[in-house]
C-alpha cells in the first residue's frame, strides 16, 4: 500500500465549488497532468490553466506538485482571455516575424535568382554584342582594306608607288656633303660630268644650288624642308634607263649654269628663278619609262585621266604638287596665297612645255618675240622660261661627248623597251625607236640638226654668251655624229659588197 500510495499521487480539486478527487502517477509528465486537469475541468485539453492552493498562491503542475486534502482543494483557473491574447499576438508576433524572415530568405533567393538570371541576360547580350563588336572591328577591317585596293588600283597607273610620297619624317639622312670649291664652280659649267656623282651627293648639289642662288633665304626655305623635298623627289622618280632621278639632276644643273651663265637673275624675278629650278627638279617625276604616244595608243590609265593631252607631263605636275600637299616637304609654306598660286601656276606651265609635241609651237612663239624680247612683258618672259626648260631637257648633247654619249645608250634602251612592248602588244611602232631601224648617229644627227640647234641659236639671240658654251658644243657633237654615220654607211656599203660578192661566188 506505501509503495502504491508513493507511485500514486492524489489531488483535490475544486471546481466550480465541486471537490474533484484526481490521481495520477508520479511518472505522468506535467503535459500529461495538464490534460487530465482540462478533462477534469470539462475544458479543451490543450486550454492553458493555472493552479492555485487556498492562499491563492499558484501551484507548479508537475508529478511533484505538493499534496493536498479535500478541505484544502486546489484550484483550477483556465488563463485569462486577455493574457491568451497577450501569448497568442506575442506567437502571432513570432510567426510574423518568422514568416517574414522566411519570406525575406525567400526574397532574397528569389532576387538572387533573379540578379542571376539578369546577369545570365547581360552576359549574353555582352557576348553577342561582343560578336556585334567583333563584326562591325571585321566589316570595317574589310572596308579599310577594301578602300586601300580601290586606291592602289587607282593610283597603280597614277603612281607607281604611293608609299614613295610620304617622306621620311626625320631630318633627311644623307650625309651632308661637303662641296669642293671645284665642285662648286663646275655646277656652273655645262660641261660638268653628272655620271661621277652618287645620288646623295646630287642631292647635296642641288641643295647647294637652291643654296646658292638666294631662293633659300629670299623666300624664308626652311633648310630641313628642302632637304625633305629633294629626298623625296628622288623617291618618286623611277630606276628607267633614261629618265630617272640622274637626268633630273643634269636638267637642273644645267637650268643652273644657264641662270649663271646668262645672268638670269640679272633679268628676271627671284620668283622666276624659282620657277624655272622647281620645274626642272619636277619636271620627269614618276615617268614611267613609255612615252606619250605608248600611252595613248595603249589607252593607259593616264592618257584616259589626262584624255590625251600630255598625259605624261600632267602626271609629273601632279605628283609634284602632291608632294608640296605635305606640309613636310613644302618648301613654299611661308608663300601666300598669291605667290603659292604664282609659283604653282609658273611651274605647271614650264613642266607642261617640256612635252615634245609642244615642240614647234613654243619654238614658233619664241622667235616671234626674240628680236623684240620684252623683260617687262609677262608673256615674253613666260615663253622664255618655256624654252628655257626645254633647252635644259635636251641638253645632254650641250656636254662633253664622253658626258653626252651614255645618255644616248640609255635613251636607246629606254625606246628599245617601248618599241619591244608596242610590237607585242600590236601597237604602232615608231621608226625612231625601232632597234632594227636606228643607230646611235641617225639617231643624234637630225635631232641635233633639227631641233636643238635652232633652239640654241634662238636663244642665243638673247644671251650670246651661251654661243661658245652650248652652241659650239652642239655644232660639234653633230658633226662627230654625222662622221660616225659615214664610217657606219662605209661599213655597211662594204659589208654589202662582201655578201653580194659571195652571194655571186656561190652562184658560179
Ligand atoms: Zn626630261
Redesign the pocket.
Known sequence: MGSASSSYRVIYLDVDGRIQKVVFSRLCTPCDIKELFCTALGVPRNTLLSLLDSSGAMVSIDPTMPQNTERSPYRLVPMARGQLDDKEELFQNVLTQVAEQFSRAFKISELKSEVTNRIAMLEKRVELEGIKVVEIEKCCNDIKKLREEVAFRKNSNFLEDNKKLTPRRDVPSYPKYHLSEETIEALRLPTFDAWQWEPNEMLSCLEHMYHNLGLVKDFSISPITLKRWLMCIHHNYRNNP??NFR??FC?TQMMYSMICLCRLQEKLSQLDILILMTAAVC??LD?PGFNNTYQINARTDLAVRYNDISPLENHHCAVAFQIFSQPECNIFSNFDQEAFKQIRQGTITLILA?DMARHSEILDSFKQKVNNFDYTDEEHVTCLKMVLIKCC??SNEVRPMEVAEPWVDCLLEEYFMQSDREKAEGLPVAPFMDREKVTKPTAQIGFIKFVLIPMFESVMKLFPQIEEAMVQPLRQSRERYEELKQIDDAMNEMQKKKSETLTMSGKK
Open positions: 633614261f629618265h637626268h633630273c636638267v619636271h620627269d615617268h617640256t631637257d635636251i
